[in-house]
């Protein structure tokens, strides 16, 4: 089974914003990761996964790591982007 996440309408906006945990489960089960996976092959715990997909945490960082275990670029997450761009 082949999953393309190119198809998948992760970017929900609520006045011209990215809810990013959303994009981030989203991404998550269109790979066919449950949380554990995820924590696992991005080195973060469950409870980080979690947080991030609640929006209650936005690291830049960790994010990261989640679109290369994902194997999404980060501009898939665009807060993270502009985040990255701010010096």
């Known amino acids: 089974?082949?999953?393309?996440?190119?198809?998948?309408?992760?970017?929900?906006?609520?006045r011209g914003h990215v809810?990013?945990?959303?994009?981030?489960?989203?991404?998550?089960?269109?790979v066919g990761y449950s949380i554990e996976d995820l924590a696992l092959t991005c080195?973060?715990?469950?409870?980080?996964i979690t947080r991030i997909e609640?929006?209650?945490?936005v690291d830049p960082g960790r994010l990261k790591r989640i679109a290369a275990a994902l194997r999404v670029p980060t501009s898939m997450f665009p807060e993270l982007a502009e985040k990255?761009?701010?010096p």
Do not use: P, S, Y
């Open 1 to 14: 089974m082949t999953n393309l996440i190119h198809d998948i309408d992760a970017f929900d906006t609520c």
């Open 54 to 57: 609640q929006g209650a945490d």
């Open 84 to 86: 990255a761009r701010t």
């Open 19 to 30: 809810d990013i945990g959303h994009a981030v489960r989203r991404f998550r089960e269109a």
């Open 43 to 48: 080195g973060l715990t469950g409870a980080e």
